[in-house]
């Protein structure tokens, strides 16, 4: 049923409130989400976040026990998965061992009941798509993790649904593959404007392929939106921690701004402490080192090289200021960049727009 | 610990030189004795070809294969669904299936099948039971026939059925049963399309292993079966125990003995290769 915004503004799928508990605990806690026709959105949280509760009660596995699920105005939040026309792709590919590839990724086809000839045509085209024809008549164990990956994706797209679920379809492939199959997925969900919810626990994945992430801890959504702002403006401590490396300096609230548990004065562009105080947050590669002890001033703060480990591109350094915990700094191993050494005198400083005030 | 060949045969040594011992070595020598009665080998072929072409014989050998299919196929009809029941069943449940299954299995055939006579006698609880109620006029006959028969074997080997379907059907990826449900199937076509399919090689298994045993029955076609159901078994204690023909029991136990074995072949193959399948 279009609302009264009309079918251009009508999301695609649309989760109110939704909530799901097993006995006493609540895995999914009032989640609500809105996403646009064509957009790639994530969730992405660790394990026991609620993230795959949550892809399952949108695919129609689990049923909320409170919440609606709208898909493109619809409500489907108690029809069964096969009433819901969703295309899916399993943690573990879920390929059919008695079918070959043609039939695997045909499926959805056929329980269509579409006819012989739609059915090559169709599966031809998905089987084109990611790359797998000349495979049609092998059967899953005689096809590596990534050839599987494929087939579960065809199968997925073949139907042309308007949304594909993944529940951490990547995870069981090795680095370099993962890469490659982030960049492919992310082209034919582009091809085929399909819109897309992508459930992974790796932060890295999520920033590269998403529109926007929601960042899920607890059964709840922790944060909500594009990669950049969820990785530079995080709202709490635990997104800052989960998006990445992140530098967390105790602060306190002061006259003039906050400073930190040694009374060093903090300058922060965004943000604001709790009455009790909170963190500084700074990325490690929005520090800056430079050699010798700082001259006063807000977001320059002295210390000595405690360690640094050479990781090709960037060096991280830990840097011991005398505060609670030392600073993480990722400097670029850019041409004619100085390398410090461990002892050596240091003053690590950011701007106040790359830092954030956290509430505890 | 890797065992290694030599490991592996000394384990098995003891059972293997057990079965030459009170199984091969019986079996061999019975043979040839009974065999060696009647002289030079073109001798035994005459009275294999004359023993094979009577009429008794004969009818009992198709007697033999065709109860023993149809016993197969009642013991799938009614193993498949309670296999099923048991791979859904937790807990409690799932023990109470097992022990209902299991229990008549620790119970001597003969006491099973003396037991059965009971319930299904012209006088027994079942026809009883119809008649008190009005179902029926006259008392079924359940018993003394084929019916009595092939409900007799079928309680016999109906836990070889389902047991290995159970381990069949439980071998069965439950994630598989839910993508084929969000890909838009329906509950039947995830049963055909799907479960059906990865269980079939435990159908075939478990209707050879029934059907293999079917054959070799004795005790439950002699006292639940009528004068038309002779087995090929009971003929070969007839021509031991009553006309004393060892020769005649010989080869037909050798026909017995061919159709058990290639079946077994069958058997192994299947499980031997799954196509499709993870080895």
Request: aromatic residues 8%; proline residues 6%.
């Amino acid at each position: 049923m279009p609302r009264d915004s009309g079918p251009a503004t009508t999301p695609a799928i649309l989760l109110e409130g939704l909530t799901k508990r097993y006995g006493a605990e609540t895995v999914v806690a009032d989640v609500n989400l809105d996403i646009a026709p064509g957009e790639f959105l994530t969730l992405l949280g660790p394990s026991g976040s609620g993230k795959t509760t949550t892809l399952s009660m949108l695919a129609g596995f689990v049923l909320p026990d409170a919440g609606r699920v709208v898909l493109a105005g619809r409500d489907v939040s108690k029809a069964p998965p096969r009433a819901r026309g969703l295309g899916m792709v399993f943690q573990n590919y879920a390929i059919f061992p008695h079918l070959d590839v043609f039939e695997n990724v045909a499926f959805p086809l056929r329980v269509q009941r579409k006819p012989q000839k739609e059915v090559e045509t169709r599966v031809w085209d998905a089987l084109q798509m990611v790359k797998l024809t000349g495979f049609e008549k092998r059967y899953a164990r005689q096809l590596s993790g990534g050839q599987q990956q494929r087939v579960a994706l065809a199968r997925a797209i073949v139907a042309h649904p308007p949304v594909v679920l993944m529940d951490e379809p990547l995870g069981a492939l090795d680095k370099n593959l993962r890469y490659h199959m982030q960049v492919e997925i992310k082209e034919i969900q582009r091809r085929l404007g399909t819109t897309m919810v992508y459930v992974t626990h790796d932060q890295e994945e999520a920033l590269t392929m998403s529109d926007r992430i929601a960042i899920m801890n607890h059964g709840r959504i922790a944060q909500l939106g594009p990669p950049r702002e969820v990785y530079e403006k995080p709202e709490n401590a635990f997104v800052a921690r989960f998006l990445g490396e992140a530098n967390l300096l105790a602060a306190k609230p002061a006259a003039g701004g906050a400073v930190t548990a040694k009374g060093a004065p903090l300058e922060a562009g965004s943000g604001a402490l709790g009455a009790e105080g909170g963190f500084l947050f700074v990325r490690p590669e929005k520090v800056t080192l430079s050699a010798g002890a700082a001259p006063a001033g807000p977001n320059r703060l002295s210390g000595t090289i405690r360690h640094a480990s050479f990781l090709g591109n960037v060096v991280r350094y830990a840097v011991e200021l005398g505060e609670p915990e030392p600073l993480l700094v990722d400097a670029a191993n850019a041409a004619g960049a100085a390398i410090f050494g461990p002892g050596e005198t240091v003053t690590a400083s950011w701007d106040a727009g790359d830092c954030r005030l956290l509430a505890g | 610990m890797p065992l290694g060949r030599l490991g592996a045969l000394l384990l098995l040594a003891p059972t293997l030189l057990l079965m030459l011992l009170i199984f091969v070595g019986p079996i061999g020598w019975f043979l040839s004795a009974a065999l060696g009665e009647l002289g030079s080998l073109s001798e035994i072929w005459e009275e294999a070809v004359a023993t094979l072409g009577s009429r008794t014989i004969l009818a009992a050998i198709l007697n033999t294969n065709w109860i023993a299919f149809l016993v197969t196929l009642v013991v799938l009809a009614l193993g498949y669904p309670l296999a099923y029941a048991l791979t859904r069943a937790k807990g409690l449940a799932f023990t109470a299936i097992l022990v209902c299954i299991l229990l008549p299995y620790f119970t001597s055939v003969i006491v099973r099948t003396y037991a059965w006579m009971v319930l299904l006698g012209r006088n027994g609880l079942i026809n009883q039971a119809l008649l008190g109620l009005g179902v029926i006029q006259q008392p079924l006959e359940l018993m003394y026939n084929r019916t009595g028969v092939i409900i007799g074997m079928t309680y016999v080997l109906l836990p070889y059925m389902i047991l290995t379907l159970y381990s069949a059907m439980k071998a069965v990826d439950p994630r598989l049963l839910q993508a084929a449900e969000g890909m838009g199937a329906s509950p039947f076509e995830v049963f055909r399309k799907v479960f059906f399919p990865l269980t079939l090689h435990g159908v075939v298994a478990g209707a050879l292993i029934v059907f293999i045993l079917g054959v070799g029955f004795f005790i439950t076609p002699a006292l639940m079966g009528g004068p038309g159901d002779i087995m090929i078994a009971m003929l070969i204690e007839r021509e031991i125990e009553l006309t004393q023909n060892w020769p005649v029991a010989a080869l037909m136990t050798l026909v017995l003995l061919a159709v058990t074995l290639s079946l077994y072949a069958v058997y192994h193959r299947f499980s031997a290769e799954r196509p499709g399948l993870a080895a």
